[in-house]
């Protein structure tokens, strides 16, 4: 008998609930994606659990560089929250643009920057009940929009989208 002549069988496992730490609800007019278990996880690996939420990822009112703050004393932590803050997006793209920003300062991540990152968790904890909704479309177009500023990024002056 060869390798390749091998028969495999498939298994019917049901309907789908969870995939990658993805948890799937069925509704009456399609699925709704969520990772709320997975949010939870990294709320509490962050020490926020008792803390208060916020009602939005980023701080409106100061833009992240990579000259403000003290070297953070664990950027191996920060590296890791931030990842699996990366992770989370497939289900709460509203967070997108925050992870972007700390993700620009994982090679050297100042205690500004680890604050940026605990606000967006303090954030998720308020809306770990988001998530995605798929629903059948007739559509065959796929829209999308975009933002940019005007040599926005304090560090290169470069424009940011």
Known sequence: M????????MKDLGLLHSFLGIQVTRQATGLFLD?????????????????????????????LNSQTGDPYHNPTEYRSL?????????TKP?????IQQVCLHMHAPTNI??????????????TSHFGLFISKSTAHNLVSYTDADW????????STC
Do not use: W
Not at 2 to 9: D, M, P, T, V
């Open 151 to 158: 040599a926005g990024c304090p560090d290169t002056q470069r």
């Open 94 to 98: 509203d967070i997108s643009y925050a």
């Open 2 to 9: 060869s390798l390749f002549s091998r028969e495999f069988a």
């Open 113 to 126: 920057h680890m604050i940026a990152v605990k606000r967006i968790i303090r954030y998720i904890q308020g």
């Open 82 to 90: 931030v990842g699996a803050l990366q992770y989370l997006t497939f």
């Open 35 to 63: 990772q709320r278990a997975y949010a939870k996880d990294i709320i509490e690996r962050a020490g926020l659990s008792s803390c208060n939420m916020v009602h939005t990822p980023v701080d409106t009112q100061r833009k």
